[in-house]
């Protein structure tokens, strides 16, 4: 299986709102990534986790809040988001960070309102 | 800092027409990969580069790894409707964070 799925495929929200996105691959893989991509841009890293220990952090505004729950799943807290953060988000993994392509997932695309 | 520049950043071809995109970065890179989004799409892995100067085929798609490691092409023969799509080239960052330095992409349309 060399697939990453991402729930949900779409997610309109106000500004006040809470939601989650959710991600989740089973290839074992130990490197899971969170990107945001406004059209035509390339993908702009967020996080990274790896063996579930957050990596890196973009200097991602507060109001994005991500979590890995174990070394399959992937999540992504949205808080009092802006209309500025409506996007396609990505969610990747790898084997290991740094090592080898990026399997990415089919995205959420987010509208805030 | 680090920059990865792909050009060009749209092309228009006929179908049956060949199709190059380049990628230069500002340092040299142990390593460079390639990805396609189709339109409404994800970016597919399509292929690495690790050595100086290598080449790698896939049916009729050429990728090339400069000589300095920093530079790649990837080169389409005979375009055909389904290679619609954006092409990206990423490298990864200087320290081996394990980021990946994308390309701003070249996002190529076939017309039957």
């Known amino acids: 299986d060399t697939e990453v799925t991402q729930t949900p495929k779409h997610l309109v929200m106000g500004m006040t709102n809470k939601k989650s996105l959710k991600c989740e691959q089973h290839m074992g893989h130990r490197a899971m990534y969170w990107y945001k991509q406004k059209a035509k841009k390339p993908p702009e890293l967020m996080f990274v986790?790896?063996?579930?220990?957050?990596?890196i952090n973009e200097s991602v505004p507060s109001r994005f809040s991500p979590e890995c729950p174990n070394s399959s799943l992937l999540n992504l807290h949205l808080h009092a988001l802006q209309p500025e953060d409506s996007a396609l988000y990505l969610c990747a993994s790898s084997q290991v960070q740094g090592l080898g392509e990026q399997y990415f997932g089919p995205g959420t695309r987010l509208t805030v309102t | 800092g680090q920059q990865v520049m792909q050009i060009p950043q749209y092309q228009h071809v006929q179908e049956g027409e060949d199709f190059t995109t380049y990628c230069n970065s500002s340092t040299t890179l142990s390593n460079i990969q390639w990805y396609k989004q189709r339109p409404g799409g994800h970016p597919v892995f399509l292929i690495q580069?690790?050595?100086?100067?290598e080449v790698k085929k896939q049916k009729r798609l050429t990728f090339q790894f400069g000589e300095a490691k920093k530079n790649s092409s990837l080169h389409i023969t005979a375009t055909q409707t389904t290679d619609v799509g954006t092409y990206f080239c990423?490298?990864?960052?200087?320290?081996?964070?394990?980021?990946?330095?994308f390309g701003q992409g070249t996002t190529l349309q076939v017309k039957p």
């Open positions: 580069l690790v050595k100086s100067g």
């Open positions: 986790y790896s063996y579930e220990k957050l990596s």
């Open positions: 990423a490298g990864p960052s200087s320290g081996n964070t394990g980021k990946l330095i």
